[in-house]
């Protein structure tokens, strides 16, 4: 019977394992005699009998699958395996799109096999802890200092989003858009329409936050419909292909596979009871779908944040992420479907939101 795989037992996994895992992330099928074959040229003190017992002990946790029987009998990594594989962003994506050996097109048993938690204990504590001490920071707060906390996250969170999508408004610039409504001079009107559109969405989510407790359709497509409005971008989903920028990862194609992706998005982030999860995984999940013709990574922030306030919990700024550090961990998931270099992050901009914000 296999285990149900969970993140406390992949960092259970013997350096030995990690680097099994390491080999099958290229998508590839091995035997085991070919597994040791990739292994022995950096590990040449391991056994062919170790690699066998690994790769058995790796099927039963579920990080595996097998096929076959007898000499014919090959593995490759699972969905969960993909999932929890710890890898560096920076390095993998340091190489040319073209000489990656990640995924190129999408996963359809990614969503249909995502764990109901993805956190291990010590980081559900970071992110408790976090919250306790948020709470205790947003208790009875004056009207005035309410507006002048909300506004300030407002204006940090639409420049940041902005700013990741490539938007040129400085910090100063967003700041004066949002509270004196004055464009900053040599920028696009489009760039001022788009941070824009991120204060309008999240005073949206603020008012209809009971309908946010959970992902759908309706309410993705809502979101995104005020995200773009002013921006010549169609609403609804795309009917067309689209490409991802330095990646080598195709999304899907047509309008009925990405609706059913959708659907698979919504039932992996439904059946998770933990609202950290929730919010990571639409994070995640709508970047990778990317469902609609533009401003995906977008509405995949502002969906986090809709199901972190309707949790009443912390809204993200993203304020102090790395621009490259954020956009590493999300081709790692694209092409890797690694859920770990955007966890980190993820953590961090929620600790962060904790100790700067107090916005309820």
Same mark, same amino acid.
Request: cysteine-free; hydrophobic content about 35%; overall charge positive.
């Given at each position: 019977?296999?285990?149900?795989?969970?993140?406390? !037992?992949?960092?259970? %996994?013997?350096?030995?394992?990690?680097?099994?895992?390491?080999?099958?992330?290229?998508?590839?099928?091995?035997?085991?005699?070919?597994?040791?074959?990739?292994?022995?040229?950096?590990?040449?003190?391991?056994?062919?009998?170790?690699?066998?017992?690994? *790769?058995?002990?790796?099927?039963?946790?579920?990080?595996?699958?097998? =096929?076959?029987?007898?000499?014919?009998?090959?593995?490759? %990594? =699972?969905?969960?395996?993909? !999932? #929890?594989?710890?890898?560096?962003?920076?390095?993998?994506?340091?190489?040319?799109?073209?000489?990656?050996?990640?995924?190129?097109?999408?996963? #359809?048993?990614?969503?249909?096999?995502?764990?109901?938690?993805?956190?291990?204990?010590?980081?559900?504590? !970071?992110?408790?802890?976090?919250?306790?001490?948020?709470?205790?920071?947003?208790?009875?707060?004056?009207?005035?200092?309410?507006?002048?906390? %909300?506004?300030?996250?407002?204006?940090? %969170?639409?420049?940041?989003?902005?700013?990741?999508?490539?938007?040129?408004?400085?910090?100063?610039?967003?700041?004066? *858009?949002?509270?004196?409504?004055?464009?900053? *001079?040599?920028?696009?009107?489009?760039?001022?329409?788009? !941070?824009?559109?991120?204060?309008?969405?999240?005073?949206?989510?603020?008012?209809?936050?009971?309908? #946010?407790?959970?992902?759908?359709?309706?309410?993705?497509?809502?979101?995104?419909?005020?995200?773009?409005?002013?921006?010549?971008?169609?609403?609804?989903?795309?009917?067309?292909?689209?490409?991802?920028?330095?990646s080598i990862y195709r999304p899907l194609d047509n309008i009925y596979q990405i609706t059913e992706a959708v659907e698979e998005l919504e039932r992996a982030v439904s059946q998770s009871k933990n609202p950290y999860t929730k919010a990571l995984v639409a994070l995640l999940g709508v970047s990778y779908i990317q469902p609609f013709e533009d401003g995906n990574k977008r509405t995949a922030r502002l969906m986090a944040n809709a199901l972190l306030i309707s949790h009443s919990l912390a809204p993200l700024s993203y304020r102090s992420v790395d621009e490259e550090e954020y956009r590493s961990?999300?081709?790692?998931?694209?092409? *890797?479907?690694?859920?770990?270099?955007?966890?980190?992050?993820?953590?961090?901009?929620?600790? #962060?939101?904790?100790?700067?914000?107090?916005?309820?």
């Amino acid at each position: 019977m296999i285990k149900i795989l969970n993140d406390t !037992i992949m960092n259970k %996994l013997t350096s030995k394992q990690q680097k099994i895992i390491e080999i099958f992330l290229s998508g590839e099928k091995m035997q085991s005699s070919e597994a040791y074959k990739k292994i022995i040229k950096t590990d040449e003190d391991i056994s062919l009998v170790t690699v066998k017992r690994a *790769l058995s002990e790796m099927t039963e946790k579920g990080i595996l699958e097998v =096929s076959g029987k007898g000499r014919s009998t090959s593995y490759r %990594l =699972s969905s969960k395996g993909r !999932i #929890f594989a710890h890898i560096d962003a920076r390095q993998y994506v340091s190489v040319d799109p073209d000489k990656r050996y990640g995924l190129r097109q999408y996963n #359809f048993d990614l969503f249909k096999n995502f764990p109901s938690d993805i956190f291990t204990d010590e980081e559900s504590k !970071i992110m408790e802890d976090s919250t306790a001490e948020y709470n205790k920071r947003t208790i009875n707060l004056s009207p005035a200092i309410q507006k002048k906390e %909300l506004e300030r996250l407002v204006i940090e %969170l639409s420049w940041k989003s902005s700013k990741i999508e490539g938007n040129t408004y400085t910090l100063l610039d967003t700041e004066k *858009l949002i509270v004196e409504n004055k464009e900053a *001079l040599g920028h696009s009107k489009n760039e001022a329409r788009m !941070i824009l559109n991120h204060k309008d969405a999240f005073y949206y989510i603020r008012q209809h936050s009971s309908q #946010f407790k959970t992902i759908t359709r309706k309410n993705l497509e809502n979101l995104h419909s005020t995200l773009i409005k002013g921006l010549n971008v169609n609403f609804g989903l795309r009917t067309k292909p689209v490409g991802v920028t330095g990646s080598i990862y195709r999304p899907l194609d047509n309008i009925y596979q990405i609706t059913e992706a959708v659907e698979e998005l919504e039932r992996a982030v439904s059946q998770s009871k933990n609202p950290y999860t929730k919010a990571l995984v639409a994070l995640l999940g709508v970047s990778y779908i990317q469902p609609f013709e533009d401003g995906n990574k977008r509405t995949a922030r502002l969906m986090a944040n809709a199901l972190l306030i309707s949790h009443s919990l912390a809204p993200l700024s993203y304020r102090s992420v790395d621009e490259e550090e954020y956009r590493s961990a999300m081709l790692a998931f694209y092409e *890797l479907n690694s859920i770990i270099p955007m966890k980190k992050i993820f953590i961090e901009q929620y600790s #962060f939101a904790t100790k700067n914000y107090a916005v309820k």
